[in-house]
């Protein structure tokens, strides 16, 4: 039988703080790699809070989370390396 239920998972929302906690996690990933590569970027709280701000939705958990921090870290860190790489 395809399909079949076997039991139920509740999954209680995300809070704020939750999200905060996660979004720690997240940038020291992205912080790590940049080391690797031998960049240092520090960030600063007020860009950590409108990240979170911009990624918290109780409905969705930490997945509009993780768009924030591709959308306005990752990506803009990306076009600045590529700039400043071409020059």
Same mark, same amino acid.
């Given at each position: 039988f395809l399909n079949r239920l076997d039991e139920m998972v509740v999954f209680r929302s995300l809070t704020k703080d939750n999200v905060r906690q996660i979004a720690e996690v997240e940038f020291d990933k992205v912080l790590a790699r940049l080391q690797e590569k @031998?960049?240092?970027v520090s960030l600063t709280q007020r860009f950590k809070d409108r990240v979170? @701000? @911009?990624g918290f939705d109780?409905?969705?958990g930490a997945r509009p989370l993780r768009r924030a921090i591709t959308r306005m870290l990752e990506d803009t860190l990306a076009e600045h390396v590529l700039v400043d790489g071409a020059a």
């Open positions: @031998e960049l240092d979170v @701000e @911009e109780p409905a969705y």
